[in-house]
């Protein structure tokens, strides 16, 4: 049974960055697929990057792809969404999941890291 923990979510203003990580416990980070999807207010849930467990392919939704880079810490055991150019629309909550079972579907998910990017 996984656990994951979220943080270094924030206040920012457009244009910054700021890395969220995911700390994984009762498991190998780098034994599972992992993803991080987001959730603004009023809105569902939606998918943001994954990491495939293998070989470590990534995948982005096109409206971070550039912007946003998924990577992994085998050592501290810990996933990383490093977030630059920073725009209002990616405020939202920033989930924290591993372990495909579908199509953008996964196991384990964390509680979310609030970010809020507002000048």
């Known amino acids: 049974q996984l656990q994951l923990v979220e943080s270094g979510g924030g206040l920012v203003q457009p244009g910054t960055s700021l890395r969220l990580s995911c700390a994984v416990s009762g498991g190998t980070v780098s034994d599972v697929s992992m993803a991080w999807f987001r959730q603004a207010p009023g809105k569902e849930r939606e998918f943001v990057a994954d990491m495939s467990k293998i070989t470590g392919d990534t995948w982005y939704d096109d409206s971070v792809k550039g912007r946003f880079t998924i990577s992994r810490d085998h050592a501290k055991n810990t996933a990383y969404l490093q977030m630059i150019r920073l725009k209002p629309e990616d405020t939202a909550v920033y989930y924290c999941?591993?372990?495909?079972?579908?199509?953008?579907?996964?196991?384990?998910w964390g509680q979310g890291t609030q970010v809020t990017v507002s000048s």
């Open positions: 999941a591993a372990e495909r079972t579908g199509w953008r579907t996964y196991r384990y």
